[in-house]
């Protein structure tokens, strides 16, 4: 897996996972549940990991949809 965002924007990690699970790419949102870990006040940053075969397709997607400048290498 290949990690595309990070974020502690819960509605774009929202909106991206929509956008996934419409185009059928394979993700996963890590760190979601660290909430246990830090308390709930939203200082640690969830990953939106996307397997190796959609990684391209992925990165085209986010930048069609706007969502380019969360990519995590800028790219």
């Known amino acids: 897996m290949h990690e595309l965002v990070r974020t502690n924007d819960l509605v774009l990690i ?4 929509a956008l996934f699970q419409s185009a059928q790419i394979g993700h996963m949102v890590a760190d979601q549940y660290m909430s246990v870990m830090e308390g709930t006040i939203g200082i640690l940053p969830r990953r939106l990991l996307v397997v190796d075969e959609d990684v391209d397709r992925a990165r085209r997607l986010l930048k069609e949809a706007g969502f380019g400048a969360a990519l995590r290498d800028g790219t």
Do not use: N, T, W
């Not at 929202?14 to 996972?17: L, P, V």
């Open 14 to 17: 929202g909106a991206i996972e």
